[in-house]
């Protein structure tokens, strides 16, 4: 049986929607700080919906520029390559994470929303606590839950025995684990494998729930976990699983997080959610 279910979520995992091609080629550009800007143009230029989206996100009430950016170019300039490939990744992802995920109980755009909560209070922990690679971590946070959008449909199929299962006092993942060979966390990373994308990402989506079981102590894997739980605090996309995650004690100490921390991540992000999701609807 499990196999079987393996195999199903391996075909799903395989039939995932990719990059679009103007996007993986732009991320492939943008990933060398010695790409001509007017590469960077040419593939911008064909893709107006791609180029309305970033400039749409770029002068959000997020990153509160003073002045409005019109153009890639300036945004680049303003901005740097590794913010723009952050655009680019949450213009691509934003269409395919909006949807319900009936299997986690989460309605449409609720998945997006955390999704955001958790890049953006991400991105608030590097800087608070001074880890370097702050883009990298707003990514990973972006990304951490997209293996819901495969595994939910079997989450819903197998509902009445996760719901037994629950009554062991584990964890939602542990139970996805016994019942399908494999939990969310693990289904993103393939994903994210599967786009290309760099090994820390993939590991930070793997193990955000599980931190101290990543193969090497990385601080965007830490900062995710940590972030994953003050969006659940505040009440963004708790859905099926609830409340039942607490922040490791040996992240806390690696990161030398203490509780102030959080709390002033806490009562941010909320605000940062607001002003980023906005500048992502159509004007």
Known sequence: MKTQLLEMIHKDIGNFPGMPGAASKLLALLNNTETPLAEIEAILRYEPGLT????????????????????????ILLMGWKRLTQLVVASCVSAIMDKPVSGYDLAPGDLWRHAVAVAVASEGLGKLLKV????EIFTA????????????????????AMEVESYRERSFEQVEREIFGMDHAEVG???????????DLVLAVQYHHEPMKAPKPLATVDIVHVADIVSLMIGIG????????????EVTSRLHLETQHIEQIASETLQWVIAFTASMQPE
């Open 52 to 75: 309305a989206n970033v400039l749409r996100l770029v002068n959000s009430a997020y990153f509160g520029f003073s002045k409005k950016i019109g153009s890639v170019r300036q945004a």
């Open 132 to 135: 370097g690679g702050v883009e």
């Open 141 to 160: 946070g972006l990304l951490h839950d997209v293996g819901k959008m495969v595994l939910g449909r079997f989450v819903e199929e197998h509902r009445v």
């Open 189 to 199: 990373a393939m994903i994210l494998s599967q786009w290309g994308l760099p090994e």
């Open 238 to 249: 708790i859905g099926r699983e609830g409340l039942q995650y607490e922040v490791s004690s």
